[in-house]
């Protein structure tokens, strides 16, 4: 395909006629369409459903160290949940925490006490400083930057490759002593859909920070979530304790995009050194969990190679909602030089890199013809994307029926904005 | 019974010797005896199995509004929940939030959000101040204070009676605007038993205070929890309202003593305003709670009369246990003048006001002797108890031939240590 670049204006003009025209014909259908949300669909869901038999009246309620879980106590967690998810994270069962039922409220809480009290090591509570910083690679996920903004601390942005950071800038960075954190998604970045390359990790573990209590938010989201390929991340918590700072990394996960979204448990996995720390802290704010549900998990999801085979189900229901995303972009933008994207081997999304200045139009073209898209900004600190060019594509929740709709009228506006810009030059 | 204080030097002698040749018997028998925790027994928790029964793979899982309680979303909780607990609490759904396991992790959450952001209304938030303060019924739930305690608030202790907390003393207290928040068990009282008079619950909503951002934190855990007699408190929320302070209460409710401790919902009760304000808030730490267990619960329980007669099974449990410890402490100390105690109308405890400086004793020789008492101070904040006289009793966990064993053992210790006071005095 000729590049919109070499169009003459002339080109242009007629190439913008015709989209328009193909464009109105898709806004006389009165679509309502959401690429939007990165949640499971309802396939997916049901993967989980024989769960809820494994617990009945006629069950037993006993933890393997005795305890009823349907009584109160044990902050830590279960004994087998504790094990399960340690082996999902490759760390010690003594290494993990079992917790609620969203691993965002952990993440949340992380932040929050270390801005109330520190952490381990902390020679004050962070919100005592008249600022601190997080590194927040780009793009990235919402909900971190929401936490952040909340919270008061001031995000720096650091550009996102498929292999991870850009390590150089954040090396730099962390010379400031009230550069206290990063946001990580290590595998299958949210949105980028890349996976952190062996040399990011070892650099994120044994790079020299000033704040002598930094801390990786290692959100660990799809540890195995595949669609195309599993990927070997390494393990971010052996790589600090090599490179001799244990404490560094706080790894979180649930069973969110497992089992059921948001009814699920979710994990906390640090040094021991820092799980204790923790518990210390935590006591001031829960009893224990719900470990009726952390053994309802356990039951049905036995081993890590029963999550494994879970996540394979996933995978195949996820691909063909992938492949019709990537194919469509691949079909019409191709050659166009009207945007480009990033194959993900996993997770839950598709970057669209808009050419600079579209990201705004496209979402706004997309939402008059019917189709919901996440905001253009969502995947940048305070919603400030400097290029306006990034958009996040979410496959799966729509029916392929609909994702077909979708994904035209959507390389429809990505063709539309770029002609438009071509000519308003 | 001729009181101890009648006693001469020579009687107290003899009886010591008495006292502790008994004492003596009941060591040799090496039990393991523990009325600590305020737990229900497995016989209450047992009420709840057939909730186990009612979502199933088979069932549905559309809540009234028509979503899909298996995925994402929904932060205030199911409208039915809402609607059932809103009920619970005497307020409106608008007015109520279904939340995770327990209310224990909402109050620490509310505090805790109130230091870092405020309250709606607040100037600054309240780690800003050099020094904030909250009012502290004493005794109280040893919980309450260790919030305050790890997030440096400073705790004034107010004497609690059977009919609330001394009033003139608060409306004092309030007169200093870094006084934020008063912590309030209106209902059978943890651990004192009493319920709060009217007049109490009026002064507490009209009071004028000198912070505009004071809140109450009105742990209603046992709304419906009579063993004895089901008494009728003030809402506090009507209450303040008609004062002309909407904002002022915060409400905490949860099934941990209706269903499963900890694995149950836990509620949170407001002004419209303050709800608004809190969503808010919470955005930035929950997407939503486990809504399965929300529809879970409401299948089960349905309406406020299936918790109501839920919760007349639990009396009914409960009030031989509380028999046991009430008919003992008459027939062993009435009269003796060896410590006072409280019959509670409901709750989960019963307050034992040993003679001054001897509940540490008390507790001890209760150890020595194989029964675990709650630590003596737990019902103060920092647990200084300065008469050192409060106990904490738990009739719910032991079995009824534990508890009269205990109860043996326990008011031994409670005459052991009278005596030898006297004797030293």
């Given at each position: 395909?000729?590049?919109?670049?070499?169009?003459?204006?002339?080109?242009?003009?007629?190439?913008?006629?015709?989209?328009?025209?193909?464009?109105?014909?898709?806004?006389?259908?009165?679509?309502?369409?959401?690429?939007?949300?990165?949640?499971?669909?309802?396939?997916?869901?049901?993967?989980?459903?024989?769960?809820?038999?494994?617990?009945?009246?006629?069950?037993?309620?006993?933890?393997?160290?005795?305890?009823?879980?349907?009584?109160?106590?044990?902050?830590?967690?279960?004994?087998?949940?504790?094990?399960?998810?340690?082996?999902?994270?490759?760390?010690?069962?003594?290494?993990?925490?079992?917790?609620?039922?969203?691993?965002?409220?952990?993440?949340?809480?992380?932040?929050?006490?270390?801005?109330?009290?520190?952490?381990?090591?902390?020679?004050?509570?962070?919100?005592?400083?008249?600022?601190?910083?997080?590194?927040?690679?780009?793009?990235?996920?919402?909900?971190?930057?929401?936490?952040?903004?909340?919270?008061?601390?001031?995000?720096?942005?650091?550009?996102?490759?498929?292999?991870?950071?850009?390590?150089?800038?954040?090396?730099?960075?962390?010379?400031?002593?009230?550069?206290?954190?990063?946001?990580?998604?290590?595998?299958?970045?949210?949105?980028?859909?890349?996976?952190?390359?062996?040399?990011?990790?070892?650099?994120?573990a044994s790079m020299e920070t000033a704040?002598?209590?930094?801390?990786?938010?290692?959100?660990?989201?799809?540890?195995?979530?595949?669609?195309?390929?599993?990927?070997?991340?390494?393990?971010?918590?052996?790589?600090?304790?090599?490179?001799?700072?244990?404490?560094?990394?706080?790894?979180?996960?649930?069973?969110?995009?497992?089992?059921?979204?948001?009814?699920?448990?979710?994990?906390?996995g640090a040094s021991k050194e820092n799980?204790?720390?923790?518990?210390?802290?935590?006591?001031?704010?829960?009893?224990?969990?719900?470990?009726?549900?952390?053994?309802?998990?356990?039951?049905?999801?036995?081993?890590?190679?029963?999550?494994?085979?879970?996540?394979?189900?996933?995978?195949?229901?996820?691909?063909?909602?992938?492949?019709?995303?990537?194919?469509?972009?691949?079909?019409?933008?191709?050659?166009?030089?009207?945007?480009?994207?990033?194959?993900?081997?996993?997770?839950?999304?598709?970057?669209?890199?808009?050419?600079?200045?579209?990201?705004?139009?496209?979402?706004?073209?997309?939402?008059?013809?019917?189709?919901?898209?996440?905001?253009?900004?969502?995947?940048?600190?305070?919603?400030?994307?400097?290029?306006?060019?990034?958009?996040?594509?979410?496959?799966?929740?729509?029916?392929?029926?609909?994702?077909?709709?979708?994904?035209?009228?959507?390389?429809?506006?990505?063709?539309?904005?770029?002609?438009?810009?071509?000519?308003?030059?």
């Amino acid at each position: 395909m000729k590049s919109y670049n070499e169009y003459s204006k002339e080109e242009l003009r007629l190439e913008l006629e015709e989209l328009n025209k193909k464009y109105k014909e898709y806004q006389n259908l009165n679509l309502n369409l959401n690429m939007a949300r990165g949640k499971p669909n309802t396939a997916q869901i049901n993967f989980s459903m024989p769960m809820m038999n494994v617990l009945t009246n006629d069950d037993n309620y006993i933890a393997s160290d005795g305890q009823d879980v349907r009584n109160y106590g044990d902050l830590p967690g279960i004994p087998e949940a504790r094990k399960l998810f340690a082996d999902y994270l490759g760390i010690e069962p003594e290494e993990t925490l079992v917790m609620g039922n969203a691993s965002l409220n952990i993440m949340y809480d992380c932040v929050a006490r270390a801005m109330l009290k520190g952490v381990l090591g902390s020679e004050k509570p962070w919100c005592k400083y008249d600022e601190i910083k997080f590194i927040c690679p780009v793009p990235g996920y919402d909900r971190h930057f929401t936490i952040c903004e909340f919270l008061g601390i001031k995000m720096i942005p650091v550009k996102l490759t498929e292999w991870g950071p850009d390590m150089k800038t954040i090396q730099e960075l962390v010379k400031d002593e009230t550069v206290k954190g990063i946001w990580c998604v290590p595998k299958y970045t949210n949105p980028y859909g890349g996976c952190y390359s062996d040399e990011a990790v070892k650099q994120l573990a044994s790079m020299e920070t000033a704040a002598k209590d930094f801390r990786i938010f290692w959100d660990n989201a799809y540890a195995y979530h595949y669609v195309y390929k599993d990927v070997e991340v390494l393990n971010i918590l052996d790589e600090c304790k090599k490179a001799g700072f244990p404490n560094r990394p706080y790894i979180f996960g649930s069973t969110s995009k497992i089992t059921f979204p948001g009814s699920g448990v979710s994990f906390f996995g640090a040094s021991k050194e820092n799980i204790e720390f923790s518990m210390k802290q935590l006591n001031a704010e829960s009893i224990s969990w719900d470990k009726i549900n952390m053994l309802r998990h356990v039951k049905f999801l036995k081993d890590l190679d029963g999550i494994k085979s879970l996540l394979d189900k996933h995978a195949n229901a996820l691909r063909p909602k992938f492949d019709i995303v990537l194919n469509m972009l691949d079909t019409e933008l191709s050659g166009l030089d009207a945007g480009s994207w990033v194959k993900p081997d996993g997770g839950y999304f598709v970057t669209f890199i808009a050419k600079n200045n579209c990201a705004k139009r496209i979402y706004q073209l997309c939402k008059e013809c019917g189709l919901t898209m996440t905001e253009p900004g969502a995947t940048h600190p305070y919603h400030l994307d400097p290029d306006d060019s990034f958009l996040r594509i979410a496959p799966s929740y729509p029916s392929e029926e609909e994702l077909k709709q979708a994904m035209i009228i959507f390389t429809l506006s990505a063709k539309i904005s770029t002609v438009e810009r071509l000519l308003n030059k």
